[in-house]
């Protein structure tokens, strides 16, 4: 199923951008998880929109409200469904793409699939509004994945000629929600701040790249070939609108790498084997070996943009202009960092729970 993704923790999505709510369902978290809402309401707002000039200006209070899978503050082995309710709606912004669909976005793709029936108001289903569960059931995942001394950090590493000078060494789970580009220094989130206030002026947008790392991963998670770590961090990034890429590790430098040079030799440490550098990524055969999980993500410019676009009249099958009127992230990857954050936490919960790391019900002495 396209809504469906996971197998021992399955995360299914539904809603729309300007429908009544948005929400998901995680079927397979063990029983006995106490579920600290006020982190649920942290994660949301680190993705909620209307933060800065560089977000969207759509204002949503973006509360979750958990209506199964839950009793008395614990999880209790059902399906946890969340709701999020959509408030701040214009769909008359949209009747104009109804018959001209966006270049860059999916609106074209979608006439084909499902024609004059699909949901056009705000994106429907491939809005970035539908990000928001997703972070919902992320950070239940993250405190799932707390139990078990495992984080998650994310950050922004470039947008446009802007490159942070940190790296995944750096930076702590926390750590990038102190800058407003979210980029982890001060020298490059203020280049940042300069190329998007530009940006903001001309009408336009830019693309942007997110850098991850899980750290201490338990060893032996993932499977050889179709269900490795890589397959199934990249089946959960590419549910994120806009994103159009993923390496792990060194990535694409290793067409430029000698063997000599790539390879991560091992040493013994404290009895553990670790390696002397990461340039896998902390994946071998598709199966974690222990050292932390890196891995990047590119997220394209936002679609939506002011300047005048040609595209095509599905009403009259020819040539016409676009121009789009709304309220549009001037750089989608900015919000997306909470999101690959947290939904980096629940594939590693699934892999995990495949693995058996986890147990189904978590003991009663433990929060």
Request: include cysteine; proline fraction near 5%; charged fraction near 25%.
């Given at each position: ?175 990038a929600y102190e800058y407003k580009t979210r980029m982890p220094d001060a020298d490059s989130d ?28 338990p060893r032996g998670i993932g499977e050889p070939f179709y269900d490795s770590v890589e397959s ?77 676009q040609s595209t095509v009249n599905l009403k009259t099958w020819k040539e016409d202009a676009l ?45």
């Amino acid at each position: 199923m396209a809504f469906v993704a996971g197998k021992s923790l399955k995360l299914s999505i539904f809603g729309s951008s300007h429908g009544d709510l948005v929400g998901c369902s995680l079927d397979g978290l063990p029983a006995g998880l106490k579920i600290d809402e006020d982190n649920i309401r942290k994660w949301l707002s680190r993705r909620r929109p209307s933060q800065s000039e560089y977000t969207t200006q759509r204002k949503e209070k973006d509360v979750a409200e958990i209506v199964s899978g839950m009793t008395d503050g614990y999880t209790d082995g059902g399906p946890v469904t969340i709701l999020i309710r959509n408030e701040d709606r214009i769909s008359a912004h949209y009747e104009e793409m109804r018959f001209k669909p966006r270049p860059g976005h999916g609106d074209l793709t979608l006439f084909y699939k499902y024609g004059e029936h699909r949901n056009y108001k705000g994106g429907g289903f491939l809005s970035g509004r539908m990000t928001a569960p997703l972070v919902a059931a992320g950070a239940i995942t993250t405190q799932l994945l707390d139990r078990y001394g495992v984080t998650v950090s994310s950050y922004i590493e470039k947008i446009g000629d802007a490159r942070t000078s940190m790296t995944e060494n750096d930076v702590g789970p926390d750590f990038a929600y102190e800058y407003k580009t979210r980029m982890p220094d001060a020298d490059s989130d203020a280049i940042a701040d300069g190329i998007l206030k530009a940006l903001l002026k001309d009408g336009d947008s830019i693309g942007g790249s997110i850098k991850t790392v899980v750290r201490s991963p338990p060893r032996g998670i993932g499977e050889p070939f179709y269900d490795s770590v890589e397959s199934s961090l990249s089946r959960m990034m590419f549910s994120i609108p806009g994103l159009k890429g993923i390496e792990f590790g060194a990535g694409f430098r290793f067409s430029g790498l000698k063997g000599s040079e790539a390879n991560d030799v091992y040493f013994l440490e404290n009895g553990d084997v670790k390696t002397r550098s990461n340039n896998n990524g902390g994946i071998l055969g598709g199966i974690t070996n222990g050292m932390p999980i890196v891995f990047s993500v590119v997220m394209k410019p936002t679609s939506s943009i002011r300047k005048e676009q040609s595209t095509v009249n599905l009403k009259t099958w020819k040539e016409d202009a676009l121009r789009i009127v709304g309220r549009h992230d001037p750089c989608i990857a900015i919000r997306a960092v909470p999101v690959v954050q947290t939904l980096t936490s629940v594939a590693i919960a699934d892999l995990m729970l495949q693995n058996q790391n986890i147990p189904r019900v978590l003991d009663d002495g433990e929060e």
